[in-house]
Every structure is written in C-alpha cells, then in structure tokens.
C-alpha cells in the first residue's frame, strides 16, 4: 500500500477550582482534589511559558474541533461489503463477495487530490473544488486464476476506471505489461468494465460513502494526531 499512497494538523480548558466562604461556614475541598490540583499546578509551572501556550492553544483547537463537526463511529460495513478502518493510517479497506467465487478487495485512500470545476448558474466566474479519493480494485476467482486490477478515481458522484492490470500473483514477470490507458480504450468496451465493476457494488453510491467516511475519518485523525502533539508537550 506504500507505493498507493503517502500527512495532519490540529481538549478542552481546565478550569481552576475556587475556596468559597458562605454564611461564614468555608467550604474546605478534600485533600483528594487539592492533591489533584497541587499535582496539575506543578506540571503546569514546570512548562516554559512559550510550550504552556502551546498546551492551551491545542487545547482550544480539540475542544473546537469537537464541538464544531463532532466525529463519530466509522461505519464497519456498507451494502454487501466488510469496512476495516486503519486508524493513524491514510487508508481503509473493505471487501466482498461476488456470486460463489469472486473475492473482491478494495483499498482506499483518504483525500488524495482534488479538481476544481466551474459553479453552476449564470455566473460562470467562480469554482468549486472536488476532491478526489484513489481505489484499488482486486477481483480473484482464486488460486491459479489471474486477477483483475483496477486503480480507480472516486468523485463525489462517480467512479472513474484509470487503468486495468491483469495480475499473475503465482508467477513472477520481470516487466509485465500492464494494459493500455483506459481512458483511450474503445467506448463500448470502456462502458462494459463499467458495468463489470457496478455489478459488484462499485458505484456512484459507493463514491458517496466513501466520501462521507472519509470526511469523517479526516476528523479522527486531526483529532488524535492534536491530541498527541498536546500529550508530547506536557511530558
């Protein structure tokens, strides 16, 4: 998967407890939350004002982050296929079944490029930008059965064929050829893989999903890689 893909950004503000005296009765915190208190107190003052700022502003930006696009769960399955997230990966994979041989195994970058088309209306001035998901198709009918590789464009609304390889894992070829360009193949026969891939669930619904779980796989991981920059710092 290395040679299919190749980076992050960005929990909340801790609040100082307050000795309040009411009707002349104090109310004294436990030696729990004081020894609580001492122990936060003393890891703070430790860290250079510079690095403590650091601390906060993360803080701020995951407490943000939380609040302003909440992720949630990955899902773990769509339609006929099997999900598996990669966590503090760039990548997922789903598979599947086709009829009683076919095993069929997706792997799937996050946002990997993007397109910028003109915005629809009368004022033809402006873009809009399209983001762009790369899949990797293998389709086995098992052992000593080539395997159909397909390298895949995920738009928002449509799934685009790149290229087709035919694969020979018990046979090792030097220099293979690996098949024309797709997109400078015969029509018909373009409009036939097409049809090959839709009615194995690869699909203008399945570029929808993976848009969304990307989207919400993007979070995660800003989530998590902040979170870990905010744990490095206060060590």
């Not at 040679?3 to 002349?24: E, P, V, W």
């Not at 619904?205 to 979070?219: I, P, Q, V």
Request: proline share 5%; aromatic share 8%; net charge positive.
């Amino acid at each position: 998967m290395a040679r299919f893909i190749r980076s992050a950004q960005r929990t909340f503000i801790s609040a100082a407890s307050k000795t309040l005296t009411n009707g002349g009765q104090s109310r004294i915190p436990s030696s729990a939350s004081l020894l609580q208190f001492k122990t936060y107190a003393t890891c703070e003052t430790h860290k250079s004002p510079f690095t403590a700022n650091i601390i906060r502003i993360l803080r701020n930006e995951i407490e943000y982050q939380h609040d302003y696009a909440p992720p949630h769960q990955p899902a773990k399955s769509f339609n006929s296929f099997t999900v598996r997230d990669r966590p503090g990966e760039k990548w997922m994979t789903m598979s599947g079944r086709y009829g009683e041989n076919e095993d069929i195994k997706i792997e799937v970058t996050m946002f990997d490029g993007c397109a910028f088309v003109p915005k629809p209306g009368e004022d033809d001035t402006g873009e809009n930008v399209v983001l762009h998901i790369s899949l990797l198709v293998d389709i086995s009918k098992g052992q000593g059965h080539p395997e159909m590789e397909f390298l895949c464009s995920a738009w928002p609304d449509h799934l685009e064929i790149q290229k087709v390889h035919l694969l020979n894992r018990n046979k090792v070829i030097i220099n293979p050829y690996m098949g024309p360009d797709f997109r400078k193949m015969n029509g018909k026969l373009q409009k036939t893989l097409q049809d090959y891939l839709e009615a194995r669930g690869l699909n203008n619904e399945l570029c929808r999903f993976l848009h969304e779980y990307m989207t919400n796989k993007d979070r995660i991981e800003l989530i998590q890689w902040l979170g870990n920059v905010k744990s490095i710092l206060q060590k």
